[in-house]
């Protein structure tokens, strides 16, 4: 029983900590796409949006290939003393990547929704760009920001593929819970397996039951 309050509680560190790195490059990336929209930027949109359509074992893979030992940037972090490769840091970067995309685009559409006369307004009385993400946008989108960050966290609960291809399956260190669904499964243990399955079922609900709430309330706001 302890094995699996040890993976529940990998699986709730790792979507934390991927959904709180998200948040803040979300933050960037969606500053910079909407300041500056040309082709290029337009490109770049699609490439970080990939993660929503890719296999999460094609993104296991392009993990390996990037951060893997034999890589140069791999060899790099080596040098650092950074492990990702069979690390709970890999499994993070795999959830962060995988549902980077579901952060991004709300964070896209906050900025898209604010009246560009008060952006204006903003800088007439000299605020920076950073100053008005902070003090105007976040707070006017802020139902939209969180949705897009709890559907992230639920997302880096369930992730496996990409995990499993980057961090493997060592019991107490990357076994999340998806993972050690899969191990009950190969092993046969059905009982194991339903326990597992309905716990993360139930917190999967209820976040998704949250969004829905706060969803309902922006609606009623902009009414």
Same mark, same amino acid.
């Given at each position: 029983?302890? *094995? ?6 990998? %699986? ?15 933050? =960037? /990336? /969606? ?37 893997? %030992? ?72 802020? *139902? %939209? ?13 369930? *992730?496996?593929?990409?995990?499993? =291809? ?27 397996? =339903? ?29």
């Amino acid at each position: 029983m302890q *094995e699996i309050w040890v993976a529940l509680w990998l %699986s709730l560190k790792v979507a934390f900590f991927a959904t709180l790195i998200n948040f803040f490059l979300g933050i =960037m /990336a /969606a500053s910079l796409l909407h300041r500056y929209k040309n082709k290029v930027t337009e490109l770049i949109e699609i490439f970080l949006t990939l993660p929503m359509v890719l296999p999460p074992t094609v993104l296991g893979y392009y993990l390996l290939v990037c951060f893997g %030992s034999q890589s140069a940037f791999g060899q790099l972090l080596s040098q650092l003393g950074i492990k990702l490769i069979f690390t709970i840091n890999g499994a993070i970067l795999a959830a962060t990547i995988v549902t980077f995309p579901l952060v991004l685009k709300p964070l896209l559409a906050a900025f898209e929704q604010i009246p560009s006369n008060i952006v204006d307004a903003a800088k007439v009385i000299r605020l920076n760009y950073f100053q008005i993400i902070y003090m105007i946008i976040l707070p006017m989108a802020w *139902e %939209s920001v969180v949705a897009g960050l709890l559907l992230s966290f639920a997302r880096s609960l369930g *992730e496996f593929g990409a995990t499993l =291809m980057i961090a493997g399956s060592i019991p107490g260190k990357t076994q999340t819970i998806s993972i050690r669904i899969w191990e009950a499964v190969q092993a046969g243990d059905e009982q194991q397996a =339903m326990l597992l399955v309905m716990i993360i079922s139930f917190v999967c609900l209820f976040i998704l039951f949250v969004v829905k709430k706060i969803n309902k309330r922006d609606w009623k706001l902009q009414g």
